[in-house]
């Protein structure tokens, strides 16, 4: 048994051992928040054989982020020296890299540690998290800030397992593979594709594409910037500040967009329609991309090399369904069969599993799969009742359609922090958001999606129900209003010494609502705090 920190007497006066499950963006903001507010027992366990989550593992030629590197970037470590405006994986890799070692956290970080079950002992009031390689840590705390999109996702079309070319998915690119010459088929046309395929079209011999949805689009040249420019960023921080400023609110501009698509919403389809319209001279081929849906109802692509590559005489847009694999290739649902040597995968992933298939053991025995079997949910995205000082960061309801995720974790980042302190303060054993709580705040957050561009269509956004649990429904500066401040009256604390209550289940929508649970012995009264808004 690994154990962290240290613990005196009854009471938890020293400071609480965090265990943080993954070494993304999410995990390096939550272990420099600890860090720096003096909460020093902290270690990140990471799967991969390095830091870095999605920039680690997302290396397809011409990765990049299409938000912009001024916002998409922690608050508290801004560059001036951002080579574009957009910056390529490496770039963004290297910067994470940077931020953790300049603060010290980089040694925090126990790599090829992949978390198998992470189970509450509610007597001791503590986690233990079995890893694959058998060794068990002990932490008072649990982050889990693996993100939505580390699971790839491979439809089970039929014959696939016939297939006999090569094939991978575009979140492991194979780089051993050459794809100089051959015949090459890219199943799936989201943010991923649409960045990687002008880069290999010149490359290979033929280029299937295939389509299910087409996109909205919108322009992204991501030129390089001017030594002149990235001067100025550096010599008058106030251009720089004023930079992120201004990409800020473009997000915000865009999410207004998706929030009104009967009004504002018209706007961004116009902007998108003559884009498309102009990269796309050739009616045919205008006709098989253009969307059927809602802008904004999926992430909108930016990119401004894509839909000339598909113009290309190698490459071929197919719309029709895939019927099957077969030992040669794709056959669809024409008849036809296509020949390829090599299936890229572009599928996307699985972020309605969440955490999954990591096995996540509350209290009374509750797995969070079983808590979510109705769909995933929980307080500002972080916090589920039965789960006692567990914290989900990017969780459900976090994903943004328009602006930076970076600033989310931040946000999250500094709530568990305020969190873990007010424990430390009280020296309680664990908290627990009330189920009421949670609730209300995830009708609040559903009932947000009501008459959004989200509701029109059926994208990732959505689990098998349809409920939309990825993305929030609001702006970054909402979520930055109901996050800012931890407040104490919507948990319930656990005195060291008292015994563990009865876990009480959530009201869901359509539930009647039970009334606010009674303390029970040993839960300490939550002070006063923030109400509800
Ligand atoms: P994605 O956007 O989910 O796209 C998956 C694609 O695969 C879609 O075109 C989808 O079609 C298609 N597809 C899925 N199942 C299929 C099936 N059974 N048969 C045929 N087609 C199928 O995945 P992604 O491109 O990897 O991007 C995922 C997310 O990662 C993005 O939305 C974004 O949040 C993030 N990302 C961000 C960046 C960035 O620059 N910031 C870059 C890449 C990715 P349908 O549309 O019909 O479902």
Redo the contacts with the bound molecule.
């Keep these: 048994m690994t154990s962290i920190g240290q613990r005196s007497g009854n009471a938890r006066t020293a400071t609480p051992r965090v265990v943080i499950i993954g070494a993304g963006f999410g995990g390096i903001a939550a272990a420099i928040e600890l860090r720096r507010h003096g909460l020093h027992a902290v270690t990140v366990l990471e799967a991969g054989p390095e830091l870095g989550g999605?920039w680690f593992y997302?290396q397809y030629p011409g990765?990049?982020?299409?938000?912009p590197s001024h916002l998409?970037s922690f608050s508290f470590a801004q560059r001036a020296d951002w080579s574009r405006l957009?910056s390529p994986q490496s770039e963004i890799l290297d910067y994470l890299r940077d931020v953790a070692r300049d603060h010290g956290v980089d040694g925090l970080v126990r790599t090829n540690t992949r978390v198998t079950a992470c189970v509450y002992d509610e007597d001791a009031s503590v986690w233990r998290v079995d890893t694959e390689s058998g060794e068990t840590y002990e932490a008072d705390a649990l982050v889990v800030a693996t993100g939505?999109?580390n699971q790839?996702?491979i439809?089970?079309?039929p014959g696939r397992e016939t297939f006999a070319g090569h094939s991978f998915h575009?979140?492991r690119w194979d780089h051993d593979y050459d794809l100089s010459g051959k015949r090459v088929a890219v199943?799936?046309?989201?943010?991923?594709?649409?960045?990687f395929v002008p880069e290999i079209a010149p490359r290979v011999a033929s280029l299937r594409v295939?389509?299910?949805?087409g996109?909205w689009m919108l322009p992204r040249e991501n030129r390089r910037y001017r030594p002149r420019l990235r001067r100025l960023f550096g010599h008058l921080p106030a251009v720089q500040w004023l930079r992120r400023q201004w990409v800020f609110h473009y997000g915000e501009f865009l999410t207004l967009l998706i929030r009104h698509p009967r009004t504002l919403g018209q706007i961004g389809h116009l902007r998108s329609a003559l884009f498309m319209r102009r990269q796309l001279p050739d009616p045919v081929l205008r006709a098989k991309v253009w969307p059927d849906y809602t802008f904004g109802c999926?992430?909108v692509?930016?990119s401004s090399h894509y839909l000339p590559a598909l113009a290309r005489p190698n490459v071929e847009l197919v719309t029709d369904?895939?019927s099957e694999l077969t030992p040669d290739g794709i056959r669809t649902a024409d008849g036809r069969e296509h020949a390829v040597d090599c299936i890229i995968?572009?599928?996307?992933?699985r972020?309605t599993d969440f955490m999954a298939p990591m096995r996540i053991t509350g209290a009374g025995g509750q797995t969070l799969a079983d808590a979510w079997s109705d769909g995933a949910h929980a307080h500002l995205g972080m916090t589920v009742p039965g789960f006692p000082s567990l914290f989900v960061m990017y969780g459900p309801n976090t994903?943004t359609?328009g602006g930076s995720?970076i600033f989310y974790l931040e946000l999250q980042a500094s709530y568990i922090r305020q969190a873990l302190e007010h424990l430390r303060r009280g020296g309680f054993a664990s908290l627990d958001v009330r189920p009421e709580v949670e609730a209300a705040s995830d009708r609040e957050t559903q009932a947000a999606f009501t008459g959004t561009a989200w509701t029109e269509c059926?994208?990732?956004y959505r689990d098998d129900q349809g409920r939309i649990v990825a993305n929030w429904p609001g702006f970054m500066r909402e979520y930055r209003r109901r996050t800012e401040t931890f407040d104490p009256a919507e948990y319930a604390f656990r005195s060291a010494w008292a015994p563990a209550p009865p876990s009480q289940p959530a009201q869901r929508d359509g539930e009647p609502r039970a009334d606010p649970p009674t303390p029970e012995p040993g839960i300490a009264a939550a002070s006063p705090g923030r109400s509800q808004p």
């Excluded at 199943?187 to 960045?195: D, L």
């Excluded at 295939?210 to 949805?213: I, V």
């Excluded at 995968?345 to 992933?349: D, Q, Y």
């Design positions: 999605t997302n990765a990049a982020c299409d938000v998409y957009c939505q999109l790839p996702a439809p089970a079309l575009s979140a199943i799936g046309t989201g943010a991923s594709a649409v960045q295939y389509q299910r949805t996109n999926k992430r692509l930016f369904a895939i995968w572009s599928t996307g992933f972020p994903n359609s995720i059926n994208s990732w």
